[in-house]
Every structure is written in structure tokens, then in C-alpha cells.
């Protein structure tokens, strides 16, 4: 039984390590792609880490996606009411966050810092550790409220945080990578998934 532990353990913090470690290129090979559930019920928008922007495989080719709503006015996203100086002015803060898949959990990390809008924390930021089918793993970052805990089995869609602020962002968000070995995925949202509020 010690040395099943002593094993898990071991996969867990060399999992945690993986997130940071150098990925390959991106930049001179060819990019695969990962379908995943939406992070979000409703709308969101997405922007993208490019090709090269960040080293390790937790960040290249990785999104950091807010929830939004839509302003019937003008028809384009709204991400904050007000000022948006306040997290409780963002439209995605505390909003439920979904498992892009069917996984096991293999680490929850807390940064208990909660950053005010505008202003970058310091790393690291809160995240779950997934691993999926044939090696493919997530980072889901800058949560807060976990409902999971390491060893758990998720479903993809489940609830397993909430949007937070803390690490190195500026607003509430949620950072998602996905990578296999030391290739980043770029992440493709299955339209099949997303659902109203």
C-alpha cells in the first residue's frame, strides 16, 4: 500500500512539473488538435496563445477564456458591467467551470491570493491537473472553489471549479492547455456542447 502511494505521489508532482516544462516547437511542426466540452454553459469568447508565444506545454497553444454576455445594443460581447473594476463586475466571476473532459484529476493547486482587476498577482496561479485517454492532458487555471480532489474521476461537462482571479491574471478568467507528451494541442470547443445559461 506505501509504495502504491509513494507511485501516485510521484505522478502527481512529475505531472505538475510536466505543466512547465519546455514544449516542443510549435512553431516547426505540424499542430494536432483536441476536441474538448466547453468550459462554460452561455456564451464565452476565447483568445489564443499563438504558435511559439509561451514555452511551457501548459501555456503554448493554450486559451484563456472569459464568459460574456451579449450587449442588445450593440450585439458584441460584454465581459464586464460597470467599470470592471471589480471581480463582481466581471460577467464570468464565480461562474461554473466544466471539465473540457473525461478525466482523472491528478492534482489541485490553491493560490489563496485573490487579484483585484487590472492587477497581476504572482504565480502560481490556482489550477486542476487532468489526465485523459492516451496520455492527452489539461491545466485549468486560475480557478477558484474546487469541487474536486486528486484520484477523482470527472465527466466531461462536469462542474469542478468556479472562475476565480489569482496567479498572474488580470481579471477573472479561465487559462485552459492541453498537451501530450511535450507537443501542446491546440484546443478545439465541441459546438455540439455548448448550451444557453
Not at 40 to 51: L, M, P, T
Not at 72 to 91: C, Q, R
Not at 102 to 123: F, I, Y
Not at 166 to 179: E, Q
Amino acid at each position: 500500500m506505501r509504495i502504491v502511494l509513494i507511485l501516485f505521489l510521484l505522478s502527481v508532482f512529475s505531472a505538475a512539473a510536466i505543466a512547465q516544462e519546455k514544449a516542443s516547437d510549435s512553431r516547426h511542426r505540424e499542430i494536432d488538435s483536441v476536441l474538448a466540452h466547453p468550459l462554460f454553459r452561455g456564451n464565452y469568447v476565447c483568445s489564443e496563445h499563438w504558435a511559439g508565444q509561451l514555452e511551457s506545454v501548459g501555456d503554448d497553444l493554450g486559451q484563456d477564456c472569459l464568459p460574456a454576455a451579449f450587449d442588445s445594443t450593440t450585439g458584441f460581447p460584454k465581459l464586464y458591467h460597470g467599470a470592471g473594476t471589480k471581480n463582481e463586475d466581471w460577467i464570468g466571476w464565480q461562474k461554473a467551470v466544466l471539465s473540457p473532459c473525461t478525466c482523472k484529476v491528478l492534482m489541485v493547486r490553491l493560490n489563496e491570493t485573490v487579484n483585484a482587476p487590472g492587477s497581476p498577482g504572482k504565480p502560481p496561479a490556482s489550477f486542476i491537473l487532468l489526465s485523459a485517454a492516451e496520455g492527452m492532458s489539461f491545466v485549468i487555471a486560475h480557478i477558484d472553489s474546487p469541487l474536486v480532489k486528486a484520484g477523482e474521476t470527472v465527466v466531461a461537462g462536469q462542474q469542478i471549479a468556479t472562475v476565480g482571479n489569482n496567479g498572474y491574471g488580470r481579471m477573472p478568467h479561465i487559462h485552459v492547455g492541453a498537451w501530450n507528451g511535450k507537443d501542446a494541442f491546440q484546443i478545439r470547443w465541441d459546438q455540439k456542447k455548448i448550451t444557453e445559461q
